[in-house]
């Protein structure tokens, strides 16, 4: 099929996405609404449209299968051309760039990956080497109780594209907020809670939002800003409820009591604990590097840092991918946004990139690997110039699926359409005449639901039906 044909087939919101080619555009794509046809489509419309190669433009996805079935949709609308498009994963992106511009990393020297036992047996000489007195050095039977906690903390600051001096800048700044705001928290907390506990809790909201106008590091929300959301959120439960169990809850989560019975933050003791971390990170780092040794989560750090530092690389970066295009952006973690950062930083674009992001906070599913959807709300806050577009309409689900879930979904918090009133991504279903019907059963305890699950699908069986399509 043509590309016009195909053209054609779009609906309002897809043809908007595909011929809005300049500047940053966000389009927010639930499920079914015909996100990959709109991103080849847009490929190929800027290639029509400009001058730029087919390898100028970048397209970053999550998974091998989707990077392929980008290329494959792509090359059935303008042929062999598909297979110089640049589409990756974000991990093979960050292969690409080391392989191809190995002076910038390593020295230029060949270093292989690091198995498990590779990691944890360097790590392991780390701990031997510990004071007694560093808080991440107890053991128990032999083993050092905090070391699984370390290869953690280690995966999730490179998932963050945090060095160990970065961390303590940013630990820097948390204790600066911590000392300002620790003594009217303590006096606050001092005496058994009341209603009027809240009035003296308002100023402390200000006052942590006040101790956010700088943050060392740009992808990373200021512990102020997170203590004080948390907070309000406390006090309009409080008051909403008229009751003071979500200003218990909210101290029983963030306080505790020191030696002399005042109420602190836990944050002291947790920071203390980063700290000693960020120690042990810079070692194994090092320990890696002469080791000749990289892992997984290298593949992304390592291109964070050679971006930032070296100018050179940079550049010629921005000046090979001139447009940008990221499926799935609410699965981005923070070290991937400093990629995307680094990318369209360029002072020629005037704070206006030609990068499209596509995604759905309701679909977040990567957190375990430290995807932070509020990536999604940086976007437009970084640049205030996005073009937002909605599709809603839905190709694959009938209209009562579509009810339901969304029933489910609308309890979420911090959902976009509960910041942006003016967003509404209610899905409805193309095809509005189906035999497919849909039953809601509604049972006291999941227990209940698992056992109701094992009837019906024992009762299909027994009718020679298939239990597949048990929903």
């Known amino acids: 099929m043509s590309y016009l044909a195909r053209y054609k087939n779009l609906n309002t919101a897809q043809r908007q996405a595909v011929d809005t080619t300049q500047g940053p555009v966000m389009v927010i794509a639930g499920p079914g609404t015909g996100k990959t046809e709109l991103l080849s489509m847009r490929a190929a419309n800027i290639l029509r449209q400009s001058d730029v190669l087919p390898d100028n433009i970048l397209c970053l996805t999550f998974t091998e299968s989707g990077a392929s079935a980008m290329r494959q949709r792509l090359a059935s609308i303008i042929g062999a051309d598909a297979y110089r498009v640049a589409i990756h994963t974000f991990h ?141 959120q406390a006090i309009q439960a409080s008051l909403d409820d008229n009751s003071t169990k979500p200003l218990t809850s909210w101290r029983n989560q963030w306080m505790k009591k020191n030696e002399t019975g005042d109420f602190i933050l836990k944050a002291n003791e947790r920071d203390a604990k980063l700290r000693a971390a960020a120690a042990i990170y810079d070692k194994y780092l090092l320990a890696m590097h002469e080791a000749a040794l990289y892992d997984f989560d290298d593949m992304i ?39 995307l950062f680094s990318l369209t930083d360029n002072p020629v674009n005037n704070g206006k990139p030609n990068i499209m992001v596509v995604g759905d906070d309701d679909q977040a599913i990567y957190s375990f690997q430290g995807a932070d959807v509020g990536n999604i709300h940086a976007f437009r806050s970084t640049f205030p110039d996005t073009s937002l577009i909605v599709l809603t309409d839905n190709y694959r689900s009938a209209p009562d699926v579509l009810s339901y879930a969304r029933s489910v979904i609308i309890q979420g918090k911090d959902r976009l359409e509960a910041i942006d009133v003016d967003l509404n991504k209610t899905l409805k279903a193309f095809q509005s005449k189906t035999n497919d019907t849909v039953s809601l059963t509604e049972l006291p305890t999941r227990h209940d639901e698992h056992r109701n699950l094992v009837e019906r699908i024992k009762a299909q069986i027994g009718e020679g039906q298939s239990p597949a399509s048990i929903a």
């Open 92 to 232: 093979s992106f960050g292969t690409e760039v080391i392989n191809q511009n190995g002076e910038f990393f390593y020295h230029g020297a060949q270093f292989r990956p690091a198995d498990e036992l590779s990691s944890y047996e360097l790590l392991r000489t780390i701990f031997d080497g510990l004071d007694h007195k560093n808080p991440l050095a107890s053991q128990m039977n032999g083993e050092y109780t905090h070391l699984g906690d370390i290869l953690t903390i280690i995966s999730e600051l490179k998932r963050a594209g945090l060095t160990g001096d970065e961390l303590r800048a940013v630990l820097d700044a948390n204790d600066a907020a911590i000392q300002e705001i620790q003594p009217a928290l303590t006096v606050a907390f001092a005496n058994r809670l009341s209603k009027k506990a809240v009035e003296h809790l308002v100023p402390i909201v200000g006052q942590a939002r006040s101790l956010a106008t700088t943050q060392p590091i740009a992808t990373i929300t200021p512990f102020s800003t997170i203590l004080a959301d948390s907070l309000d």
């Open 301 to 339: 750090l390592r291109v964070v840092h050679a971006m930032e530092i070296f100018p050179e690389l940079k550049y010629n970066l921005q000046e090979r991918y001139q447009y940008i295009m990221v499926d799935e952006f609410q699965d981005t973690n923070m070290a991937q946004m400093r990629i």
